[in-house]
C-alpha cells in the first residue's frame, strides 16, 4: 500500500508519539460507535413510548449525525497531529473540543430534562 504524499514529508515521528496518537483516534472511534449503539437503543425505545417516535427518533438521528461528525473529526485530528510531529512543529488547537463538550453538555441536560418530564 502506498503511503500518502503527506506521510513522505518530514522525519518520521518517535514511534510512541505515533502510537499515542492513534491511539487517541480509536478513542473517538469507539466513542462514535457508542454513540450509534445508543442511537439504536432510542429508536427500539422509540417505537413503543407514549410520546410517539418523534422525540427519540429525532435524538437517534442526532446521535448518529455526531457519530458521523466524530469520524471525519478523529481522522482530521490524527492527520493534523501526525503532520505536526513530523515537521517539529507544535501539535495544533482545536476549538471543536469546546464545541463538543458543551453540546454533549447540553444533550445530558435535555436527557436528564425528558428523564425527569415525559412518561
Not at 25 to 37: G, N, P, S, V, Y
Not at 73 to 100: D, I
Amino acid at each position: 500500500m502506498t503511503r500518502p504524499h503527506w506521510r513522505q514529508t518530514g522525519q518520521e515521528p518517535d514511534y510512541r508519539f505515533s502510537l499515542a496518537n492513534e491511539r487517541t483516534f480509536l478513542a473517538w472511534i469507539r466513542t462514535a460507535l457508542a454513540l450509534m449503539a445508543g442511537a439504536v437503543v432510542l429508536r427500539q425505545v422509540a417505537g413503543g413510548h407514549p410520546t410517539g417516535p418523534g422525540l427519540l427518533t429525532g435524538a437517534a438521528l442526532a446521535a448518529c449525525g455526531l457519530a458521523a461528525v466524530l469520524c471525519v473529526f478523529a481522522y482530521r485530528r490524527w492527520k493534523a497531529n501526525e503532520m505536526a510531529m513530523r515537521h517539529q512543529q507544535p501539535l495544533p488547537a482545536s476549538r471543536f473540543l469546546l464545541g463538543l463538550s458543551w453540546l454533549l453538555g447540553a444533550a445530558a441536560l435535555g436527557m436528564a430534562w425528558a428523564v425527569l418530564h415525559l412518561p
